[in-house]
């Protein structure tokens, strides 16, 4: 008796790691490629936003930002006296984005003739 509980609690044991690595391999196949680029994107636009408050600085309006900004060709990028908006594709259905208002984050929908995240 003893010796059969202790085969069921190996085999659970056996059972308990097995799903341990087959979620570890699910995650880095699944979630960390998004969580690099996330990572990456979120970085960048920390800079376009510290750069874009820089220029406001020193210009006192937002006209001519994106030129500064230098974006590339996957970001969207518009500005005006008082406000610009930067904004990239980050999943199939969202966009990440910031703007003069001092949003930045991920939306869900975005207009392109706006000068606001959402």
Not at 10 to 39: D, N, R
Not at 78 to 91: L, M, P
Not at 107 to 117: K, P, S, Y
Request: charged share 20%; net charge neutral; aromatic share 12%.
């Amino acid at each position: 008796m003893v010796v059969r509980l202790t085969q069921v609690i190996q085999g659970l044991f056996a059972l308990t790691v097995l799903g341990a690595i087959v979620f570890g391999i699910a995650y880095v196949l699944l979630v960390a490629p998004k969580t690099e680029h996330s990572a990456t994107t979120v970085g960048l636009f920390l800079q376009y936003k510290s750069t874009a408050r820089v220029y406001y600085n020193r210009m006192s309006e937002f006209s001519g930002v994106c030129r500064e900004l230098a974006v590339g060709p996957q970001v969207q990028c518009r500005d005006s006296e008082n406000a610009y908006r930067v904004a990239t594709k980050y999943t199939d259905d969202s966009w990440y984005c910031i703007d003069a208002t001092g949003f930045e984050g991920e939306v869900f929908d975005i207009q392109n003739e706006g000068f606001r995240c959402r």
